[in-house]
């Protein structure tokens, strides 16, 4: 169907969408570099380009659906939550929101930290050559093989997150001849969602062990006696996407108060505190997040502050930002399919990927920006709903979004900001391929994780 040809859907529906979309932004060919990586821009024809590399020719080479990484935004983004918190404090990326070898070596040269919460992960990273004592071990439920082996390897710290892992723990390295490195996932009673936090007075949630009642205090009492363990800090995460920095100070004040029972109790000042991850990126203009420098200063401050008035020398702190550092730096490119529009209603924008290849719209509600980047338009606005392919009717990447009016199959769409948690969160429903991460930097584009094949399912099934 020519552009021309295609019926333009409802202008503005019946349903008007609410929050973001609330009303078409003035421009649509307009990038907004708060959703968007930071070499992203528009060549003179209106394509959209990364790495210096236009969309035309990823899709051509790479095909469609894909994620495109743009390198060095990512290794910005390390250097600059890395130079806010300084020689002083360690900075961990989480690496749930995205791994890979690739990224393995970036941070590795970049000189960050790595956060991993499972065997798989110890694995991707031990194997691209992350110093194992720069590794950290997370989760609230390792195994023993995998306790075993983060200790065997030599992991920095492996976070302690229930009174039987503290015992697990301790024996795996009293078994092994080893001293292993600890700290106490502790749950502060802060709890946090997207853009507030309500303090909570009782733990509902599976991670760490509360400061209420005393139990915090005991598992500490608990690992200071148990050979194998050495016990150097408290560990507290309080969520993800948060842009609101009172819930960390609430929580790194409790923190340094149950550090100021410990010396009290024991005479043992532990020497460093983490305050975990969870810092909120930009997945639509409305979004605002802190950068890192205002971070550090705040947790940085806040930290000192407690030590002081409790006569404690400041501990060293750490982080562990995921989606704050991989997020932004990625979008997921889509061909343009079925377009329907439905009258009174919207348009349904068909894509060539979906909840396979980014299931937190249908998971968390989560808003995205989408842009038509193959061309420029001065076509109208027109209220668009981008889903995918699965036989699914909640399989929806953007809820609501404008695109113009004139958009027609064979068109590439982008969304912006999904370095976080999609490629890592994909699925192979329906049977789909999970798609590549393709890196772009300085004029050139390499895949890091290849696109799945049809042959990689086959592999599966033995039956
Ligand atoms: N540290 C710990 C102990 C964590 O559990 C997490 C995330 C992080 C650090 C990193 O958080 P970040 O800075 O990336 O927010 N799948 C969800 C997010 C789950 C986060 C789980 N833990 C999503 O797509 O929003």
């Not at 502060?188 to 007075?201: C, L």
């Not at 909840?355 to 038509?372: C, G, P």
């Not at 290849?450 to 399912?457: A, F, G, H, I, P």
Request: charged residues 25%; hydrophobic residues 40%.
């Amino acid at each position: 169907m020519s552009r021309s040809a295609h019926p333009a859907g409802p202008r503005h529906a019946d349903v008007v969408p609410e929050g973001h979309y609330a009303a078409p932004p003035a421009d649509l060919n307009l990038l907004d570099e708060k959703v968007w990586s930071r070499t992203v821009t528009r060549d003179a024809d209106g394509a959209l380009t990364v790495g210096g590399i236009g969309v035309a020719r990823l899709a051509e080479e790479f095909g469609t659906p894909a994620y495109f990484l743009d390198e060095a935004d990512f290794r910005a983004r390390c250097r600059a939550w890395s130079d806010a918190f300084g020689p002083g404090a360690d900075v961990y990326y989480a690496g749930k929101a995205f791994l890979s070898r690739a990224v393995v070596r970036w941070l590795r040269e970049e000189g960050l930290n790595l956060d991993v919460c499972s065997g798989g992960e110890l694995t991707t990273a031990l194997d691209a050559g992350m110093p194992a004592e720069r590794i950290a071990f997370h989760g609230n439920n390792k195994t023993v093989a995998e306790i075993e082996r983060a200790v065997e390897a030599g992991v920095g710290r492996i976070v302690l997150d229930s009174f039987q892992e503290i015992v697990r723990v301790a024996h795996v390295a009293q078994r092994l001849g080893k001293r292993q490195q600890v700290q106490i996932r502790v749950t502060v009673g802060v709890e946090a969602h997207t853009h507030e936090f309500i303090a909570t007075a009782h733990e509902d949630q599976k991670f760490g062990i509360a400061l209420a009642g005393g139990l915090a205090a005991e598992a500490v009492r608990r690992a200071l006696t148990l050979d194998g363990l050495e016990l150097t800090g408290i560990h507290s995460h309080i969520g993800s996407q948060i842009f609101d920095m009172a819930g960390f100070e609430v929580s790194a004040r409790r923190v340094v108060q149950l550090l100021a029972e410990v010396r009290d109790e024991h005479g043992v000042e532990l020497a460093e505190i983490d305050l975990g991850g969870g810092l909120g990126i930009a997945y639509t203009s409305d979004d605002d997040p802190r950068e890192p420098h205002e971070i550090a200063k705040a947790l940085g401050d806040i930290v000192t502050r407690e030590c002081e008035a409790s006569g404690l020398a400041t501990p060293r702190i750490s982080v562990e930002p995921g989606r704050a550092i991989v997020g932004p730096t990625a979008f997921t490119l889509y061909e343009v399919g079925t377009i329907k529009p439905l009258e009174g209603l919207r348009t349904y924008v068909s894509v060539d990927g979906g909840m396979s290849d980014n299931i937190r719209t249908a998971l968390y509600d989560a808003e995205y920006s989408v842009a038509l980047v193959s061309r420029s338009s001065d076509a109208e606005p027109m209220l668009v709903r981008v889903v995918g392919k699965h036989c699914e009717s909640g399989d929806i990447v953007v809820k609501d979004a404008f695109l113009p009016a004139d958009l027609a199959p064979g068109d590439l769409i982008a969304v912006p900001a999904t370095g976080a948690y999609c490629r890592s969160m994909a699925s192979n429903y329906n049977h789909a391929l999970r798609p590549p991460v393709v890196a772009v930097r300085d004029g050139e584009a390499r895949v890091i994780v290849r696109r799945e094949t049809e042959e990689d399912l086959l592999r599966l099934d033995v039956g």
